[in-house]
């Protein structure tokens, strides 16, 4: 059942008939930089994706523009709906997909918002998850872009000066108990009438909605990071911009240490029930054991909004090593080691009774240095067998681990991510596969059902989505 909606199409048009844009994909389990240099060569990491605005879709009252595609996976595919109109008091872009239902039809889900283009300082800019546009739940989250705190304008690579913003991702405060709640993301820029130029998933314009996840209900987290690179509209030239090509001088062997006065890294925690940031803060020194240590805090890191003390810490030899509280107390004079960034490939690195072998180390970009990324498969020995494998998870030199600092281990249960690491304010790190939105793997796998804000529920139900083992289910 759908909801009555009065939408009314207004003047400007942003994708009318012709509009063409290109975005290019990375694939960031496999890349860290856009290009590669080989000899004197650059050679492209990412693949193109072409979109093209061609023809109308009547769907109830509605008429969508239909949106094409050219890539590695379609050819001249139709894979989005669009349509642009007034819609909840804003100029809004609508979009939808074009998928089956069980009985072998087509029809079109209730689009999702995925841009309002009427801009003014201080109102809030935010997308809406398609999949949870079409649920039966009265819940239906709005995911913030950020607030407009300056409104500028300037030229991208096309013939004329284009308004745009960079927003942070910080939702406004709630106070009217609206179902629809805000949620914060990552932010970043958009232009006016085109979108945001940078996503972390594998669509860059459309990407918000979650559109790929739309499409199956049913998909594998990926892990790509896109960029808008060209967009045309009457067959004028608006934007024409593409990741620089470059490599750093940094000279590999300028060890770059972890352990830092006034470093912080923020993580995010996401299941359907919680989903928060979290800090950890390097301040202050003490002396353990005739060492010399910085004092690591956490901000936030049960969600409970409690700081406390984690442990002191020390680097010696690439190596990083804690004095976690209780062994202080009881005078116990040996640390934890947390980290070998002095590592080979094929080293094995023993955490408890897991082990960590050392399967690739490459070169990656932290704040324009050249530093190591280090790919580890965690397993659990058997004598009699072979190793179990848990999964997989990977170090920053400089940075640490990108699970969490701590408990970096891969295991069922630990949904953090490493989002940024900054050292007195100044942002060093930033991940690519920042999470923006609820992830469809973050529920336990014993058969419980869930709705998509993890509550609980006592069977399935009649219409809509619901979350079993992991994966998202839809009833029609």
Known sequence: MFLTVQTVVFAQEYFPEGTKWTEIRLDTLKYDNWYSQVGDEWVPN?????????????????????????????????????????????????????????????????????????????????????????TTSLVSPRFYYGIIDEIKEGYFGGSQSLKYVDLDGKAPDDKSNSPKRNVNTNGGRIIQGIGITEWNDGECLFGPPNLYSAMSFDNPERHYRSMLVHFERNGEVLYDVWPEKRTSDFAQDDYRPLVKQGKKWTYHHDTYQYVYDYHYTLEGDTVVAGKDCLKMYSENRYGDGERQYEGALFEENKKVYCFFPYKEESSIEEPALLYDFGCEVGDVFHMNAIELVTQAISAVEVNGKSVNRYD??????????????????????????????????????????????????????????????????TLNSDGAIFDLQGRRLSATPAKGVYIQNGKKRIVR
């Open 46 to 134: 990412f693949e193109t994706i072409e979109y093209y605005v061609r023809g109308d879709y009547p769907d109830r009252d509605w008429i969508y523009k239909k949106v094409y595609t050219n890539g590695p996976e379609w050819t001249d595919s139709l894979t989005l709906l669009i349509r642009e109109a007034e819609y909840n008091g804003h100029n809004s872009v609508l979009v939808s997909i074009m998928t089956h239902n069980y009985e072998g039809g087509s029809y079109v889900p209730w689009p999702g918002e995925a841009y309002q283009f009427d801009w003014n300082v201080g109102k809030g800019l935010y997308y809406e998850d398609i999949t949870m546009s079409n």
């Open 376 to 441: 580890f498969q965690a397993q659990q020995p058997d004598k009699d067998d072979e190793p179990f494998v848990i999964g997989n998870l990977s170090w920053i030199e400089g940075v640490g681990a990108t699970m969490d600092f701590f408990g970096m281990l891969p295991l069922q249960g630990n949904y953090n991510s490493l989002v940024a690491c900054e050292v007195n304010g100044e942002v060093i790190y930033q991940s690519a596969t920042s999470i923006q939105g609820i992830k469809s793997n």
